[in-house]
């Protein structure tokens, strides 16, 4: 079975780890410190702070720049469910904005009509690594005093004219779990270039104790750090992002080219001005293929290629999120891409043979 996910860990990974064991540091220590100098040199923000997942990661961007009980949080309802519960998880309300049918992203002209007098932030997430249309968004943001979160938890590395993911708004979250383009398990990050929502972010991820003093309870927090031993798998992995991501794209390219002329089949498509980290290949199986979605999937599964969907349903379709869609029928392109996406293997660890034969079979249909 040529498989969506296969861990790309190498020897260089393995010596690191054992040397953490050896250094006396297994939780967050210094490994965690330097990781974290690496990404804010990556996005190209002042500051970054390691958490132990993504969730985690989003829990604290919310809490750090001061959303309270009771705030509404616009966002996509066609992401991973982390996106949304992450803004109950600090008791605010999530107000649903549908996505644009060309990025499968949030889109930024309808977040005006949603935005009300308890507005506090728009958590924009980057689906499948490409990131959201940053200039419009920010425009909104700024007219109404509102901070932008971004979820990149897909989109490390991916570019937006020319800035780097995890600096195209106010404060930026990651995820290094195992299906994402560099991992160590679980694992997480925050990055943005305000010190107060370094510090606020720091603290919510220790106990609520201040950074600069012990046993100082300043607020509720949480333990959500990073261990050392996480931190030095992703600093190895650090080191060949770009070649991960120029593989990724490059296989993205020749599948797009492979599938022009196949009716129904949409390739993904890249808007202007930015880059993609393709952590998913995602296709659209529309009305006009001459299978449906299950279909396709069920015959590439027989020739030994796994597919999967991401993801089936908009969020608001999950019992907890049901009191929060709005009007029925406000989402007719989360509604509709979401029964058309599935995402095929396009890792980095793919053999030649494996392309070659997941070309061939979709052809084939
Ligand atoms: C993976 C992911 C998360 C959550 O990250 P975890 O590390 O699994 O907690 C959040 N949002 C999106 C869009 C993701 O893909």
Redesign the pocket.
Known sequence: MIKLTKLDLQNEEKKRVLKVFDSGFIAQGPQVKKLERQIAQLCGTKYAVATN??????HTALYAIDTHAGDEIITTPF??I??VNSILMIGAIPKFVDIEEKTFNLDPKQIEEKITKKTKAILV?D?YGQPANYNEINKVAKKYNLKVIE?A??AIGATYQGKKTGNLGDIG?F???A??NIVSG???MITMNDKDYFERAVQFRNHGQLSSKIYQYVDLGYNYRMMDIQAVILLSQLKRISKIIEQRNAIAERYNTAFVLLKGLITPIIDENRTHTFNQYTVRITKEYLYGRNQFQNILYRRNIETKVYYPHPLFFYKHLRKFQGKRDAYPVAQKISTEVISIPVRQNLEASEINSIIKVIQSI
Do not use: H, P
Request: glycine share 12%.
């Open positions: 997942n993504g969730t985690s990661a989003l992401s991973f982390a996106t997430a689906l979820d938890a897909q979250c995820s290094f779990y299906t994402k679980e694992g997480g």
